[in-house]
């Protein structure tokens, strides 16, 4: 079972290290950071940036006593109601076990028992079709919204909205 605990600084490089090439890295971070590669300070500088505000809570997910994946759950509107996740990332030695599944559903059992929210949005990439299934398997559903489109190397990637209640 995957263990869900707060981010720590030290743990950023090893995160980044998980993200591959530019396409991989833009499919788990779209468009928040302008350039690839970053490095961790970069990360941490948008962490603590993200967090003066109080709703967001980056989390990484240990398995067998070591880093496994890692995500951020904020809360975008003030409140504790609805969840917002994001920058979903399971190492790639240890993809296709269900440590992806796992690590959502530990998040949404975080985002409920400790923040007290009802329900948790996301969004993915339509031309990531893992994270998708994934996602669809912890509980997930698309929602019927207005298309989204981020730009990325000049191309429109389609943004699908899902949502779960918690």
Not at 113 to 138: D, I, K, Q, W
């Amino acid at each position: 079972m995957l263990e869900l605990r707060p981010f720590s600084d030290g743990e950023a490089g090893r995160i980044l290290s998980w993200s591959g090439d530019e396409a991989a890295f833009r499919k788990w971070s779209a468009d928040r950071y302008g350039k690839f590669p970053i490095v961790p300070e970069d990360m941490l500088s948008f962490y603590r940036e993200a967090s003066k505000n109080g709703w967001f809570f980056p989390y990484t997910a240990y398995k067998d006593g070591e880093p496994a994946g890692h995500l951020i759950i904020r809360f975008p509107y003030n409140n504790n109601r609805t969840a917002r996740f994001g920058f979903v990332i399971v190492d790639p030695a240890l993809r296709g076990r269900g440590l992806g599944r796992e690590l959502v559903e530990a998040a949404k059992r975080e985002a409920k028992e400790r923040h007290g929210a009802s329900e948790a949005t996301m969004g993915v990439f339509a031309n990531n079709e893992p994270a998708l299934r994934c996602y669809l398997s912890a509980g997930f559903v698309i929602q019927e919204t207005e298309e989204e489109y981020y730009e990325i190397f000049g191309e429109k990637w389609r943004c699908i909205e899902m949502k779960a209640e918690l």
